[in-house]
């Protein structure tokens, strides 16, 4: 039960600081550092972004954080996207948790087999800041979701 005797502004803050404790996380998996800090700038403000940038660390990072959507790089070396996209889903609590690939390469066959293998969607890097937001708050519920649905 919250302390009703603190004063509103207080209290406000307080409450404000705890939803701040409470952001969905992402985790971001790219050997690019210029890529996961450029998506860690852009989503950051309303998520905790977490960033890996060697994907066969994917196992031991799952064990200690749980993400609330993935955002992979297709082409990496030591682990495709689909082969990581096959280990995060072989975790139970990943079997349904959105993913999103972020690829240079502009075929449709990449966005057929990603979606073959369980991703929910796919964009073509470099994207736009206010595509990805987009393309994130249409799989994670949260302020952005509303604000683009206003937009369109």
Excluded: W
Aim: some cysteine; aromatic content about 8%.
């Amino acid at each position: 039960m919250p302390d009703m005797s603190l004063p509103l502004k207080e209290f406000s803050e307080r409450l404000d600081e705890k939803e701040q404790n409470h952001k969905k996380i992402i985790l971001a998996v790219d050997d690019s550092p210029v890529i996961l800090k450029s998506v860690s700038s852009v989503l950051s403000d309303v998520y905790k972004v977490y960033m890996l940038s060697n994907p066969t660390k994917i196992e031991i990072t799952l064990k200690k954080i749980i993400p609330d959507l993935f955002l992979l790089d297709y082409q990496m070396p030591g682990i495709n996207g689909f082969e990581l996209i096959q280990i995060i889903r072989s975790f139970k609590e990943h079997k349904n948790t959105p993913v999103i690939f972020l690829t240079s390469m502009r075929t449709p066959n990449i966005l057929t087999a990603a979606i073959a293998l369980g991703a929910s969607d796919c964009l073509v890097k470099p994207c736009n800041p206010d595509v990805l937001r987009k393309k994130v708050a249409r799989y994670i519920d949260d302020p952005y979701s509303t604000l683009f649905e206003k937009m369109e």
